[in-house]
């Protein structure tokens, strides 16, 4: 059974994380557990509970807002002016070696659900991130995130109301 858990390096085996995506491996050995104790980012793995050492893909999550005039201008209509708060998911990664099996999906979902449920604590927009390449772009419009006006490679899901 797959489990999201909260990182802890003295028990997820960072190291032997591999993405296929050097930047993102790295994040996660050696600089994750920092940003996380320094509160600059919080960080979330997906595990199976049979294999609880093993990262199968993980995510970020910090603050972050955007100017009102990024959004689209059929939302814009009924937003202020000023800057919209929202979450900001600053990594998101799956092992090489499972790619392709719908965890992307699941990953994905478990930061939605994540941001929804801190929506009832703290007033956040929209879910926002920034697709490495065109291929993560179209997974992210797959799931129905919206690019931002002057930044195509940065999109967002509004999370409801």
Same mark, same amino acid.
Do not use: W
């Given at each position: 059974?797959?489990?999201?858990?909260?990182?802890?390096?003295?028990?997820?085996? =960072?190291?032997?994380?591999? *993405?296929?995506?050097? +930047?993102?491996?790295?994040?996660?050995?050696?600089?994750?557990?920092?940003? /996380?104790?320094?509160?600059? *980012?919080?960080?979330?793995?997906?595990?199976?509970?049979?294999?609880?050492?093993?990262?199968?893909?993980?995510?970020?999550? *910090?603050?972050?807002?955007? +100017?009102?005039?990024?959004? *689209?201008?059929?939302?814009?209509?009924?937003?202020?002016?000023?800057?919209?708060? =929202?979450? @900001?998911?600053? @990594?998101?990664?799956?092992?090489?070696?499972?790619?392709?099996?719908?965890?992307?999906?699941?990953?994905?979902? =478990?930061?939605?659900?994540? =941001?929804?449920?801190? /929506?009832? +604590?703290?007033?956040?927009?929209?879910?926002?991130?920034?697709?490495?390449?065109?291929?993560?772009?179209? !997974?992210? +419009?797959? !799931?129905? !995130?919206?690019? !931002?006006?002057?930044?195509?490679?940065?999109?967002?899901?509004?999370?409801?109301?």
């Amino acid at each position: 059974m797959l489990e999201e858990q909260r990182l802890n390096s003295k028990i997820h085996n =960072c190291a032997a994380f591999d *993405s296929g995506t050097p +930047e993102l491996n790295d994040y996660l050995t050696r600089r994750a557990t920092q940003d /996380r104790r320094r509160n600059l *980012s919080q960080v979330y793995v997906l595990v199976d509970a049979d294999e609880p050492t093993r990262v199968l893909g993980y995510y970020t999550l *910090s603050a972050a807002q955007v +100017e009102a005039d990024q959004i *689209s201008e059929q939302e814009r209509r009924r937003l202020p002016r000023y800057p919209i708060p =929202c979450f @900001r998911m600053g @990594r998101f990664a799956v092992e090489q070696t499972i790619q392709g099996q719908g965890l992307g999906k699941r990953l994905l979902g =478990c930061a939605v659900d994540r =941001c929804l449920h801190a /929506r009832r +604590e703290v007033a956040a927009y929209a879910l926002i991130v920034d697709a490495k390449d065109a291929d993560a772009k179209s !997974f992210y +419009e797959y !799931f129905g !995130f919206v690019a !931002f006006a002057d930044k195509p490679q940065s999109l967002y899901l509004a999370l409801g109301r």
